[in-house]
């Protein structure tokens, strides 16, 4: 039995998939982090979150993580593949690999391997997608310095924004101003911007922050709502300047979404609205998660066309 494995690394989480050659999925499981492995620390944690996330699934299977070679795996990472792809191949064996970004495989994944767009707003954001004859194109993903707008992490920093200007007199009034002073336990905007500049507040600790502006919205305080609004006009453009590069004019193409960011209904809808009025785009759920996109990019880097089953619970 050949076996193809697909992993997923993130900035929360790495998931890994093993599927045989049919495309039945056999076994998955998750570990730590693993976004960054330039410094001894980075490498003991990527190392870490391949074995805890790569064991259960085997054991799952019935194979021996040490042993085990696999036909084909392909690994998509946040941050790019530039730093990983090495320590990869020393940690897994196969016999072909393909390690590549988070989005290819968010994207593979959402449209079960169909041409399409996705985009994504976790912490970050990125907009990508494929066509047809699998041209690609890409826009943001940029960090949270000189990008990511419309991400959780840019969502908490204009909410900040906005309440350093209301506490300095001259920006209006929000509620945004004791929401999250009391949910940092700080004594004042002065004291929470100081907070996030340290440890205390790593940056998906900023952007889980970004909750509480959804509430302020949902709520009625124009601050809040309209930085949720903006934010949606920034995701849905970059999709639109996706789609402009890959896709003619009205032809039909799926956008999915995916990301902490979209669990807000507000954003999600007005996402939706947005990226609708242009002809041809449908936006949808994604079919599946990440890590089994990265199962089904194994499979078509090897040739293979399958229908994925049993992936229900696969990223759980």
């Known amino acids: 039995m050949r076996l193809?494995?697909?992993i997923d690394g993130g900035q929360s989480s790495t998931t890994a998939v093993i599927g045989d050659e049919t495309g039945r999925v056999l076994g998955s499981g998750r570990g730590g982090p693993c976004n960054h492995v330039g410094a001894d620390e980075g490498r003991a944690k990527f190392t870490r979150a391949i074995d805890e996330c790569l064991k259960p699934a085997c054991?799952?299977?019935g194979v021996d993580a040490t042993t085990v070679q696999f036909e084909h795996v392909c690994a998509g990472f946040s941050g790019g593949p530039g730093d990983k792809a090495d320590y990869l191949r020393?940690?897994?064996r196969a016999r072909r690999y393909d390690v590549t970004t988070?989005?290819?495989i968010a994207l593979a994944g959402a449209t079960s391997?169909?041409?399409g767009m996705i985009c994504i707003a976790?912490?970050?954001s990125i907009a990508y997608g494929r066509n047809a004859s699998r041209k690609f194109a890409r826009v943001g993903g940029w960090g949270y310095i000189f990008g990511d707008e419309g991400g959780s992490f840019d969502i908490t920093r204009q909410a900040v924004r906005a309440i350093l200007r209301h506490e300095e007199g001259w920006g209006p009034d929000t509620s945004?101003?004791?929401a999250l002073i009391r949910a940092t336990g700080s004594v004042d905007a002065n004291d929470l911007l100081h907070r996030f500049y340290t440890t205390e507040f790593p940056r998906p600790a900023i952007a889980a922050l970004s909750k509480v502006v959804?509430?302020?919205a949902n709520d009625g305080d124009a601050v809040a709502r309209n930085i949720i609004v903006n934010a949606a006009q920034q995701l849905a453009t970059a999709l639109s300047a996706v789609r402009i590069q890959i896709f003619a004019h009205g032809e039909p193409a799926m956008a999915a979404y995916i990301g902490g960011a979209f669990k807000s209904e507000m954003l999600r809808e007005r996402f939706r609205l947005l990226v609708e009025l242009e002809d041809g785009n449908q936006v949808i759920a994604p079919r599946q998660g990440p890590g089994v996109g990265a199962l089904i990019e194994a499979y078509i880097a090897a040739g293979l066309k399958v229908s994925i089953s049993g992936a229900a619970e696969a990223e759980k």
Do not use: R, Y
Request: aromatic letters at 4%; charged letters at 15%.
């Open 4 to 6: 193809f494995l697909g």
């Open 122 to 124: 976790g912490t970050g």
């Open 102 to 104: 988070d989005a290819v």
């Open 214 to 216: 959804d509430e302020a």
């Open 90 to 92: 020393q940690l897994i």
């Open 113 to 115: 391997g169909d041409p």
């Open 176 to 178: 945004l101003h004791t």
């Open 59 to 61: 054991t799952q299977v």
